[in-house]
Antibody, heavy 121, light 110 residues
Framework: DVQLLESGGGLVQPGGSLRLSCAASGFTFSSYVMNWVRQAPGKGLQWVSS????????YYADSVKGRFTISRDNSKNTLYLQMNGLRAEDTAVYYC??????????????WGQGTLVTVSS | QSVLTQAPSASGTPGQRVTISCSGS????????VYWYQQLPGTAPKLLICRNNQRPSGVPDRFSGSKSGTSASLAISGLRSEDEADYYCAAWDDRLSGRVFGGGTKLSVL
């Protein structure tokens, strides 16, 4: 079974940094696009970033471009999101999501349970 | 303001058929696959429909998806109380080089 376990969330001051991790199991990690999607309290889903299976291409929402960095370690079956320059509006539950299909179609199919990031002084 | 447009709410009675719409543009729905997700309160989203109209294994055939031009729809037939949830559409956007979500539709089963 596909399992995605996020960690690294917590309370951070504005301007601070956090690194989220997503430990994956139950599938060939390197064959799938991986995504980060967030959900602010009481709000809808917002795509944050995606990375190809090999890690050679990354994509970011304009709201996080230049502040967040997505990466993966295929030898450890782990996805990361380095978040710098955090703002109050980054407060959200961050979900790690695996593409449903292998290859270039990165549409999320399996989701972790999420990790809460709170940016506040 | 979401790139994909969904009505904020919808409702139906048990047994009824309900349709949730998602409107986009040529750069997203018009040229890429649409995905639909169900999110029950306090839980992670669950994939309902992939690639416009495909149901992953385990998703009841009461749920169906369709796409025409720059719009897509999710239909739920034989409505049940457990279908009360938030529903989101999503697609890749070639112009933004990113994935876009609809604002979500909150479905109430009366």
């Amino acid at each position: 079974d596909v399992q995605l376990l996020e960690s690294g969330g917590g309370l951070v001051q504005p301007g601070g940094s956090l690194r989220l991790s997503c430990a994956a199991s139950g599938f060939t990690f390197s064959s799938y696009v991986m995504n980060w999607v967030r959900q602010a309290p009481g709000k809808g889903l917002q795509w944050v970033s995606s990375i190809t299976g090999s890690g050679d291409r990354t994509y970011y929402a304009d709201s996080v471009k230049g502040r967040f960095t997505i990466s993966r370690d295929n030898s450890k079956n782990t996805l990361y999101l380095q978040m710098n320059g955090l703002r109050a509006e980054d407060t959200a539950v961050y979900y790690c999501a695996k593409a449903y299909f292998s290859g270039s179609d990165g549409g999320p199919g399996y989701w972790g349970q999420g990790t809460l990031v709170t940016v506040s002084s | 303001q979401s790139v994909l447009t969904q009505a904020p709410s919808a409702s139906g009675t048990p047994g009824q058929r309900v349709t949730i719409s998602c409107s986009g543009s040529n750069s997203n729905i018009g040229s890429n696959y649409v995905y639909w997700y169900q999110q029950l309160p306090g839980t992670a989203p669950k994939l309902l429909i992939c690639r416009n109209n495909q149901r992953p294994s385990g998703v009841p055939d009461r749920f169906s998806g369709s796409k025409s031009g720059t719009s897509a729809s999710l239909a739920i037939s034989g409505l049940r109380s457990e279908d009360e949830a938030d529903y989101y559409c999503a697609a890749w956007d070639d112009r933004l080089s990113g994935r876009v979500f609809g604002g979500g539709t909150k479905l109430s089963v009366l």
